[in-house]
DNA sequence: ACGTGCTTGTGAAAGTGCGCACAAAGTGGG
DNA sequence: CCCACTTTGTGCGCACTTTCACAAGCACGT
């Protein structure tokens, strides 16, 4: 389920508080979801609550961490060194989950050899090379959209199977392999999308409200 | 509907190469979904293609840009000055498409002042007076996680009814507020998933393809 | 030992989204 | 003018998800 790492993360920062039991309801509201789906969700893990209880947390940490894989890491390389490449890289929190960052490519001659977040970024070209010597399993995309696709391709045939694309195309790649997609832009034009029907219904809002006095 | 930017995009690119008519199968497969779905979002808002030819696609692009609202501008202001926040704040993909990145703020003194993307960076304490000036109606939280409730709180409280978070945290909002919420960690969580199942399902395929012999 | 009060786990109902398949509609050739 | 061909728009069934509602189970006080 999508939904797993939202709980692991309201789980952890309770665990961080010091709680040791919660009820379904409680994490359900942390995580901003209704407690029945909470509650069929763990269930389905084969989860052990207790009737009258709750959950024990940090069974609960163990038993999705498990689930989700975290309990070995993940080495990630991160192809296209821009502004998002750089933040990516420099972005700590992801090595306290098991994922390690193994490597940094780009296309660009200036940018190979330049020291970012501890690692030396290498030429694109090493990148076979580079996902068999250090079993690179994640790859992150975060070039210009006209180079995404070809990356993709040799990043899959390279046996790299999970992908995630920051890169505003969508990539073509054989049955098997796991594109994840975040597109800034388009979430954006999600939330302008909403505001203006917003915008649309207040006005309507007036009239059906006028409507209702009659 | 969240596929539109999609098509969106996939519309831009055939316009900059020059096509003018597209049928829904075409469309379909550049924006990677389903022929009829897509024929069933363009009717939905109201759209007018030819039987037979296709949609003309310079229209639809208007079309689809006028329902997302993009043919306003949309003033948007990022709180959390760091990696992301400047990586977005650089980004040139937001400009073209209707969005201005108006006003960058952050809590740290140090980094008041200082001037990125032909932007002065100012004080979190000036965020109402600077969402009442420049009109911003969206705003981009890129704090740490500790941080970013407040700062969703006053957005709301200044009358911002559109959050993009980048935080690893749900935020709390009164309902007819919009939160879009981006979690790289959670992203490459799902990938660990789904990666794992496929290793466990190799083994377990194996296993099955030995009792299918039978 | 027993009843009371919570909380889990889950069956069944309601809701949602997806895709097939086909009728309706337009184009172009003869 | 008519016919064959292409492509849109959509009714319908299927599968999946979400939510409700409640029985089963556990802890704790008496």
Known sequence: ???????????????????????????????????????????HLGSYGTRGVGYEVEYLVYQISRELGLTQDWAVAIVGIGNLGRALANYGGFGTRGFRIAAL?????????????????RHIDSLEEVVRTKGVSIGVITTPAAAAQGVATRFVEAGVASILNFAPVVLNVPDGVDVRKVDLSIELQILAFHAQRRADGDGRGAERAGLELM
Do not use: C, F
């Open 105 to 121: 490519l780009d296309a660009d001659p200036a940018m190979v050899g330049q020291n970012v977040a501890s690692l030396d970024v």
């Open 1 to 43: 389920m999508a939904r797993l790492p939202v709980y692991l993360r309201a789980l952890q920062a309770l665990q961080d508080r010091g709680t040791l039991t919660i009820s379904s309801e409680a994490l359900a509201s942390a995580a901003g979801v209704n407690s029945a789906k909470l509650r069929k969700d763990l269930s």
